[in-house]
């Protein structure tokens, strides 16, 4: 898949527009083998992968550095 | 789901270079009277979610005896009966002194097993010492293997050198090869008693960066299933983005609490517990011995740190384009290395959140191959 914008905005997109950009190309493309292959294995755990909070789980391996 | 983490001994019978823990010489351990009324307050405080994680920390935790556990697994059902909470066991552990006594343990309770392995022997045993000065990782392998042999997940935390990572390929097939299930990399911080870190310089960030994206290009053509604390943050974030942004819980009051071995209790970061820190009354926020948890909201010590800590939170939200992805940073990090709370960045985040986010971001963009 070749989702075309504008020349040089790569460097210029915040970190979130990034994020949504690959959302965007997951919702297009998700029933096609050209999305990451990692990022849909990922996908495949959660039951409703996009329509799920993330932000109320934690676990031990969570917290910062609580190990050195 | 809230975490409480007990360190019912701040004693470490090992003595890893980068340890943050200033007390780990101490053998002193929580008496019965303190572990009934540690799990009376987390069971009875209707602040917490109905949903809790008790994390057996330390220091060491096997350093105690195993009818410690025994007992206070018993006495946490007990205690419970009356308020019916979910709830679960988890402890992180250096695993030398697992036997196949403590793995029947945690298989009959079904805890969950952290433990803390940095690679290979040749990396693991450069700073993971006896305190003899003897490596640790053939002791540790012996008491993954008792885990393994009954089943248990075996889940990792591994400190990630600066030495470490020249060693991708290294690190993922010794992950894979010893049947680990999850791994989280924590980098060598500045904190507490260690006072330096192998990423002060520089030159760090492009070597750090090129690890994380080499183990997952890895990761992605091999098709393992070994999970990755790091890049399931990132995925997570990409795949919810837009509906909510990244909680810390390290930074919540309440977030999560954590308790040692004489009752005394604080939240925010569990590894703010027993540092010496006069200006805020080295942390302790109550004690279970005479306080409820939520009696923290009134306590000054308190007030002071979570006043400073969420201003450092709402700078972040402010001023980061990682805001999304972070949620503010940990509280021990920023005071650590700033003295204060109500700062931003950190060595920790701009490795470990930052440079993370952009290695995972530009991995996912090449395979989708954006044009621009």
């Given amino acids: 898949m070749d989702v075309t914008i504008a020349p040089s905005t790569t460097a210029q997109l915040t970190p979130k527009d990034r994020s949504r950009r690959i959302l965007a190309a997951i919702h297009e493309e998700y029933e096609t083998d050209n999305i990451p292959k990692i990022l849909l294995r990922y996908v495949g755990t959660f039951p409703r992968p996009l329509d799920h909070n993330h932000s109320d789980h934690q676990s031990f391996s969570d917290f910062s550095d609580s190990d050195e | 789901m809230m975490l409480a983490i007990i360190q ?11 340890c943050y823990l200033p007390s780990r010489d101490n053998r002193a351990q929580m008496s019965e009277d303190v572990l009934t009324a540690v799990l009376t307050r987390i069971f009875e405080c209707e602040e917490l979610s109905d949903e809790v994680s008790i994390v057996w920390h330390a220091g060491e935790p096997l350093a105690l005896p195993i009818d410690f556990y025994e007992r206070a697994f018993a006495t ?38 952290g433990v803390s392995l940095d690679g290979p022997q040749f990396i693991h045993d ?24 009954q089943e248990v997940p075996v889940h990792v935390i591994a400190v990630l050198t600066a030495f470490a990572l020249e060693y ?75 509906q909510d942004q990244k909680k810390c819980f390290t930074n919540i009051p309440l977030g999560n609490v954590s308790f040692d071995h004489l009752g005394n209790f604080t939240t925010f970061s569990p590894e703010l517990l027993g540092q010496q820190y006069p200006k805020y009354d080295n942390f302790v926020m109550g004690n279970v011995l005479r306080d409820s948890l939520a009696s923290v909201f009134t306590n000054e ?72």
């Fill in chain 2, 8 to 18: 019912a001994t701040p004693f470490c019978p090992l003595a890893c270079s980068y």
């Fill in chain 2, 76 to 113: 946490a059902e007990v205690i419970n009966a009356r308020y019916r909470k979910k709830f679960h066991h988890s402890l992180q552990t250096s695993a030398v002194l697992i036997n196949d006594r403590w793995a029947r343990l945690f298989k009959t309770h079904d805890v969950r097993v």
């Fill in chain 2, 126 to 149: 450069k700073h993971r010492k006896t305190r003899a000065g003897k490596g640790t990782h053939q002791h540790v392998m012996r008491g993954v293997d008792h885990l393994l042999a």
């Fill in chain 2, 168 to 242: 991708p390929d290294e690190m993922f097939h010794f992950f894979v090869d010893s049947g680990v299930s999850r791994v989280a990399f924590n980098i060598d911080e500045i904190e507490s008693a260690n006072k330096s870190s192998s990423y002060s310089n520089n030159d760090v960030v492009p070597r750090y960066k090129a690890f994380i994206k080499r183990f997952l290009t890895l990761l992605s053509s091999t098709g393992v299933r070994l999970s990755v604390r790091e890049f399931e943050g990132v995925f997570s974030s990409i795949l919810y983005s837009g």
């Fill in chain 2, 301 to 372: 010590t308190f007030i002071r740190v979570n006043t400073e800590i969420q201003a450092g939170v709402r700078m972040c939200r402010e001023s980061c384009d990682y805001w999304d992805f972070c949620g503010g940073g940990h509280p021990s990090n920023k005071v650590a290395e700033h003295g204060t709370f109500a700062v931003t960045e950190t060595l920790n985040c701009r490795m470990t959140c930052k440079t993370v986010v952009d290695t995972v971001l530009e991995f996912c963009e090449e395979q989708i191959r954006f044009n621009g």
